[in-house]
């Protein structure tokens, strides 16, 4: 199984609301992450976690919170967005360790299309 | 990591390699060569990787160039499936996790 599934594909909030988007994987991968991807824009990385712990922040508002409560789930809590926060949200997982340095392909799921309104 | 040049966009006709080149000048002896391809409204797929050595997969193949200052991807058999953006990204292996993209090659691969 080499899949990464989100949830929900697509997600409507307003600013005053709060929501969770969701990741899971099942490939033993103890490394997670978070990326956020702008219309016609390359992905750009939000968050890193390694063996469920924050490794790192791209200094990202704390709006956004991200957490891992087991080395399977990754959720990202968002709480008074902007507008300019609608974007498709990207997780990934990876091999924590190398292997010769030859396995840190990441696996990315399909993405959660968030709109702010 | 070093950074990549890419151009914007390609076309390829439909059952002919698509060959998509990446300039990589400032690479370190330490950094490899990766590639993903992004089709519309979906994730980042892994295509291939690779340090000095060209290497082939079931869906591609990486020339890197002796100097290794750039490199290029082929796809042997464009099919309209692969119109995507591709991705040239430049990272340590080992100990570096995070991607860092840059604006990639949009294929378009024409009937």
């Known amino acids: 199984d080499t899949e990464v599934t989100q949830t929900p594909k697509h997600l409507v909030m307003g600013m005053t609301n709060k929501k969770s988007l969701k990741c899971e994987q099942h490939?033993?991968?103890?490394?997670m992450y978070w990326y956020k991807q702008k219309a016609k824009k390359p992905p750009e990385l939000m968050f890193v976690?390694?063996?469920?712990?924050?490794?790192i922040n791209e200094s990202v508002p704390s709006r956004f919170s991200p957490e891992c409560p087991n080395s399977s789930l990754l959720n990202l809590h968002l709480h008074a967005l902007q507008p300019e926060d609608s974007a498709l949200y990207l997780c990934?997982?990876?091999?924590?360790?190398?292997?010769?340095?030859?396995?840190?392909?990441?696996?990315f799921g399909p993405g959660t299309r968030l709109t702010v309104t | 990591d070093a950074k990549t040049t890419q151009p914007t966009s390609m076309d390829c006709a439909e059952g002919r390699a698509a060959n998509l080149p990446c300039n990589h000048s400032?690479?370190?002896?330490?950094?490899?060569v990766y590639w993903y391809r992004q089709i519309h409204s979906q994730g980042p797929q892994y295509i291939i990787h690779?340090?000095?050595n060209n290497e082939t997969n079931e869906m591609a193949s990486l020339i890197i160039t002796e100097d290794r200052k750039s490199s290029t991807l082929i796809l042997p058999h464009a099919t309209l499936r692969d119109t995507a953006v591709y991705y040239c990204?430049?990272?340590?292996?080992?100990?570096?996790?995070?991607?860092?993209f840059g604006s990639g090659t949009r294929l378009q691969v024409q009937p």
């Open positions: 690779g340090l000095k």
């Open positions: 976690y390694s063996y469920e712990k924050l490794s």
């Open positions: 990934a997982s990876s091999q924590e360790t190398s292997r010769g340095g030859n396995s840190y392909e990441q696996y």
């Open positions: 990204i430049v990272r340590v292996g080992p100990g570096r996790r995070a991607l860092t």
């Open positions: 490939m033993g991968h103890r490394a």
């Open positions: 400032t690479i370190s002896g330490n950094e490899y």
